[in-house]
């Protein structure tokens, strides 16, 4: 069953960090505008209500990771994933963009009409199955980059065979009690290392079994210099400094690992070594075979993961998985691991715009065909942006530009009585690269499902954030890239002075 249409301006799809950030943008900026958001959920919160495995936490500090129109005013600045969801949430009913939601609406396809500047949106009601047609100019894909129905997990040979508990932690069950249980964690990634001293409180003993080592960086918890400066300074500002000084170290420790990756190699292991003792085997189990930044480091808040293995409440095995058996798994160097529950935290499955398909004028898109122009919009895709973080930063960091930018884009076109933007690619000398150049498996496995970048501005990704704000807050709206429309006739380039 279908039911009627009906039309908005901005479609926002998605309800979670993304999606409300840029309702509250749009409303801010075009107030104008008529927004809905579908979020294919029952709740608001996306990654932050979703996951609700043991110590559930950010990996980047919340003055860069939360909006840059709402401060981050807890102590905390590594927050848990609680705080976070509600920080969400309270930044959606502050800006009455709670009102705007319709829950339980995935969408499935999105077809776009050149003849009347419009989006056709379908969306299926995750519980009765009901189809809901609603209607846009512009749509903003806020849904994310990974499935949310299902993590990833390998092909693991005789995991049938397990007589305790499987979990993976996207699919963590509410009643699961691990008190005085044997645990092994598989993985290595930022989720293996909030799992592990979290289950350590109180189970038996947590193991985690990686295949191969990742970088973890030690940092506090708390913001010491941004609780000294609320004393004396109105919250605000502080917010601004905090957020600008996280910015410049992060920015600093990624290129100084691009520029000199065997010093920040050496200062990491000098620093796990300081964490952990001469005793242990820093060199196989904290040393991975690639570059500080070539994959996603670990942060590891108030050196929590560190203290269980100090205290034997937690080991790490570096090896590789030869079969489960009944009681645990064997490993391929002959060692037989213990366990009565096993995590999974293998990764994310990948996917680009949240599974929908698209179509333009009756022509279905290949995303994988298309080329990124400013981090936020397709080739041949018109009036169409999408929201894509950092992967050596703070998402939010990113996708407050990118929401920015769309309302000075939206701001120019009712301006100058624009219905339609494409994205052309006219150069060519650009070249065509993966949409990331990260190197972790689970990027890797996914890259040839995602649109493309290129070799040079404004199609490349940087990944640096004084790039893209200058690229993207203080850019000109029109370039040779951009074709605007009034009815069926593009606007010639240049013909319509820079906003």
């Given at each position: 069953m279908m039911t009627n249409s009906n039309y908005v301006d901005v479609l926002i799809v998605g309800a979670g960090l993304s999606g409300i950030g840029a309702a509250c943008h749009l409303q801010r900026e075009c107030p104008n505008k008529t927004v809905a958001i579908l979020e294919g959920r029952s709740s608001i919160g996306g990654t932050w209500d979703l996951f609700r495995y043991p110590g559930i936490r950010s990996d980047s500090d919340m003055y860069t990771m939360g909006y840059k129109f709402k401060p981050w005013r807890e102590a905390k600045a590594i927050a848990d994933g609680p705080s976070i969801l509600n920080y969400v949430r309270e930044t959606a009913a502050e800006h009455g963009v709670d009102k705007k939601i319709r829950f339980n609406q995935k969408v499935v396809n999105a077809s776009w009409s050149s003849e009347t500047a419009r989006w056709t949106v379908e969306s299926r009601h995750s519980e009765t199955g009901e189809v809901s047609v609603t209607t846009c100019n512009f749509l903003m894909m806020c849904s994310g980059y990974y499935r949310y129905d299902a993590g990833y997990t390998p092909d693991f040979p005789g995991i049938e065979q397990f007589q305790g508990t499987v979990i993976h932690p996207q699919k963590w069950p509410e009643e699961l009690d691990y008190t005085g249980k044997r645990v092994v964690v598989v993985g290595s990634g930022a989720t293996a290392v909030t799992l592990v001293p979290s289950m350590a409180e109180t189970a038996a003993h947590v193991t985690m079994l990686q295949r191969s080592p990742t970088y973890m960086v030690s940092l506090p918890g708390s913001d010491a210099v941004a609780n000294v400066l609320r004393r004396v300074l109105p919250e605000k500002v502080v917010y601004t400094l905090t957020r600008w000084k996280n910015v410049l170290f992060a920015m600093l420790i990624y290129q100084l690992s691009q520029r000199r990756p065997e010093l920040v190699k050496r200062i990491i292991k000098d620093r796990v070594r300081k964490e952990l003792g001469p005793d242990f085997d820093v060199d196989r189990h904290f040393t991975p075979p690639y570059n500080p930044w070539d994959q996603r480091m670990c942060l590891v808040p108030d050196s929590d993961f560190f203290i269980a293995l100090r205290e034997k409440r937690a080991s790490i095995v570096t090896d590789q998985i030869d079969t489960?058996?009944?009681?645990?798994?064997?490993?391929?160097?002959?060692?037989?691991?213990?366990?009565?529950?096993?995590?999974?935290?293998?990764?994310?499955?990948?996917?680009?715009?949240?599974?929908?398909?698209?179509?333009?004028?009756?022509q279905p898109v290949q995303l994988n065909k298309c080329m990124n122009y400013k981090g936020c919009m397709l080739t041949g895709v018109p009036n169409l942006s999408f929201v894509f973080g950092y992967t050596n930063a703070s998402w939010t960091l990113k996708a407050d530009l990118l929401c920015e930018y769309v309302c000075r884009l939206l701001n120019f076109m009712d301006k100058h009585g624009y219905r339609q933007v494409n994205v052309r690619l006219n150069d060519p000398e650009v070249e065509d690269l993966p949409l990331l150049d990260l190197t972790s498996g689970y990027v890797q496995r996914a890259m040839e499902r995602f649109p493309r970048q290129g070799s040079k501005l404004p199609w490349r990704l940087y990944q640096n954030y004084f790039f893209d704000t200058a690229m993207i807050r203080f850019g000109a709206i029109q370039d040779e890239a951009l074709e605007f429309r009034k009815d069926e006739s593009p606007a010639k380039v240049g013909e319509v002075a820079t906003a």
């Open positions: 489960f058996t009944p009681t645990g798994i064997q490993l391929k160097s002959g060692e037989h691991l213990d366990a009565d529950i096993i995590v999974t935290a293998t990764g994310l499955d990948l996917i680009a715009l949240g599974g929908a398909s698209l179509t333009v004028d009756g």
